[in-house]
């Protein structure tokens, strides 16, 4: 009997399918089931239902169309959460543009450094930011300026001072958008995350990166169309992206909160039914100790497992272990087998992970090693870097597997758990941090000679950034605490907030290593851990 070899015919998950259709899909067949609520801290909240949204979504859509934006063409939108910004990033989605969105906290020379590698055509934003992303952005085809919500003032500059149109001004007949043929691979978004280098990186998002996010999570939380998850995390960041679209692929309701509120966190569960939530290591802290009310919450989702608060607050705690360039968890706990305290959990099933120590080899029990993720790019791993080839290249090793930068250990048992990043990163407040970045404003005012940023411990947030420096002949006659105050007040000028060192300190050596390396766990050592009140 003849043979044949074998050709490649498997069906990708998503072939025919995009994000737009899975809120298409929904607004067909449960309309006028409430999508989104909104929950201002002052206010009546907002509901949306999925039919309401889609509408929304598309006749802005139909508006920035109206103004020559179409598909391929990037915008930025730096808004607060708000209802403009999901009716904003949907419309994206509609159209074909593809929406970038940016940290609320950045500042003049971030946003601009953001919009000189996107090159953007619009930009969305809100009254208190539009002077700031207009000098940043320059020219643009099109910006809009939402209005100020119930009993906010009006702080920003007049339209017309900016050549801004305001959010409502731009929703138009919905007929008049062009239908987009459903393709997985088309760009879908892009969040700036951090890295070892000096700059921040355009983590670049597919259709099926998103439907596959969505998918995973659903599938690793068991969710339903019943449930209810509240979202405070920022919507910019890609937890909270991914939260959506996992409450997008079950049919369910999200509540979207301002930011977070520790006062507010469990009236908000009680008053809406909230079922899930999304947390960060702050969040945890910040609630202990307060009065917990009867509640539905039945899952907190956090960085590992927590018995403790399991029993204050009375739910289960799930620990997901992913990033940006996963969008979903690679390694999670079970709600049956939910695994020690503190552990992240084991390989979850949709990827395939790797723990290698320095030489390569894989790490067996108890010990420590260099995390490695394998997936499918486009897919269930980032697409890209957007237009920096050189990064997306180092993000891989010589067999394609994706270097996380995070060291992990295994015990006996095979449950994994966080050591540390390998990388030279921090973690504030649930915000990955360049060391380098920060080092790099500093060496910009021209008055240090070396400088070391690294880690304090933080009872609160986890890291904040500490710079000791050593000064140059620039700083000479200038005292420490003036050197100091310089260095922290142009790092406020070009850096995010959270990024800006708590402390400066000014030696007159470094501790070195055996290869002329600051010791930077040294300078670590003798910072003792910052316990708020």
């Known amino acids: 009997m003849a043979t044949s070899a074998r050709v490649d015919v498997a069906v990708p998950a998503f072939r025919g399918l995009d994000v737009a259709w899975l809120l298409?899909?929904?607004?067909?067949?449960?309309?006028?089931?409430?999508?989104?609520?909104?929950?201002?801290?002052?206010?009546?909240?907002?509901?949306?239902?999925?039919?309401?949204?889609?509408?929304?979504?598309?006749?802005?859509?139909?508006?920035?169309?109206?103004?020559?934006?179409?598909?391929?063409?990037?915008?930025?939108?730096?808004?607060?959460?708000?209802?403009?910004?999901?009716?904003?990033?949907?419309?994206?989605?509609?159209?074909?543009?593809?929406?970038?969105?940016?940290?609320?906290?950045?500042?003049?020379?971030?946003?601009?450094?953001?919009a000189d590698v996107i090159k953007p055509r619009g930009a969305i934003t809100e009254p208190t930011y539009a002077e700031l992303v207009r000098t940043a952005c320059g020219e643009l085809d099109v910006m809009v300026v939402t209005h100020p919500g119930p009993g906010e003032e009006d702080e920003g500059p007049a339209l017309e001072d900016i050549g801004a149109l305001a959010f409502d001004a731009v929703l138009a007949d919905a007929s008049s958008l062009p239908a987009l043929p459903r393709d997985p691979q088309r760009n879908l978004a892009i969040q700036f995350?951090?890295?070892?280098?000096?700059?921040?990186?355009?983590?670049?998002?597919?259709?099926?990166?998103?439907?596959?996010?969505?998918?995973?999570?659903?599938?690793?939380?068991?969710?339903?169309?019943?449930?209810?998850?509240?979202?405070?995390?920022?919507?910019?960041?890609?937890?909270?992206?991914?939260?959506?679209?996992?409450?997008?692929?079950?049919?369910?309701?999200?509540?979207?909160?301002?930011k977070f509120s520790a006062s507010r966190f469990w009236d908000t569960c009680v008053r809406h039914g909230v079922t899930w939530v999304s947390m960060i290591p702050f969040a945890f802290k910040a609630l202990r100790g307060r009065p917990v009310p009867d509640h539905k919450v039945r899952v907190l989702m956090g960085l590992s497992r927590l018995p403790d608060a399991e029993a204050e607050f009375k739910v289960q705690t799930l620990a997901l272990w992913g990033m940006t360039e996963t969008l979903s968890s690679c390694i999670v706990t079970d709600a049956d087998h939910p695994g020690p305290a503190g552990t992240i959990g084991r390989p979850s099933p949709f990827y395939q992970v790797e723990v290698r120590k320095k030489d390569g080899t894989p790490a067996g029990t108890g010990e420590e090693g260099l995390l490695f993720i394998r997936g499918q790019r486009g897919v269930s791993l980032f697409k890209e870097y957007f237009r920096n080839a050189d990064a997306t290249r180092d993000a891989f090793d010589d067999t394609g597997a994706l270097d996380t930068g995070d060291i992990v250990r295994i015990d006996d048992d095979g449950w994994m758990f966080y050591v540390s990043r390998d990388k030279d990163m921090l973690r504030v407040g649930g915000e990955n941090v360049a060391a380098l970045e920060i080092e790099t404003a500093i060496e910009e005012t021209g008055l240090v000679s070396e400088c070391a940023v690294v880690a304090q411990k933080h009872d609160m947030l986890g890291d904040v950034p500490v710079a000791f420096v050593s000064r140059s002949d620039a700083a000479t006659g200038m005292s420490d605490e003036a050197l100091g105050e310089r260095i922290i007040r142009h790092c406020t000028q070009v850096l995010a907030d959270f990024k800006v060192p708590r402390s400066v300190f000014v030696v007159d050596a470094f501790p070195r290593s055996s290869l002329d390396r600051i010791a930077k766990k040294e300078l670590r050592n003798r910072l003792p851990e910052i316990r708020e009140g």
């Open 24 to 114: 298409d899909d929904w607004a067909q067949r449960q309309p006028n089931e409430t999508f989104i609520v909104w929950a201002p801290f002052d206010g009546d909240p907002e509901r949306l239902t999925f039919a309401e949204l889609r509408s929304e979504a598309r006749r802005f859509a139909a508006g920035l169309h109206d103004r020559g934006l179409g598909q391929g063409d990037f915008v930025l939108i730096h808004l607060d959460n708000c209802p403009q910004f999901l009716v904003a990033w949907f419309a994206c989605i509609y159209l074909g543009v593809v929406p970038v969105t940016l940290n609320t906290r950045s500042v003049l020379d971030n946003v601009a450094y953001d």
């Open 193 to 258: 995350t951090s890295g070892t280098t000096s700059r921040p990186k355009a983590t670049l998002w597919t259709h099926a990166n998103g439907l596959w996010g969505g998918r995973s999570m659903a599938m690793n939380l068991r969710l339903r169309s019943d449930d209810v998850t509240l979202i405070y995390m920022p919507l910019f960041h890609a937890n909270a992206q991914i939260t959506l679209l996992s409450t997008l692929w079950t049919g369910g309701t999200a509540v979207i909160h301002p």
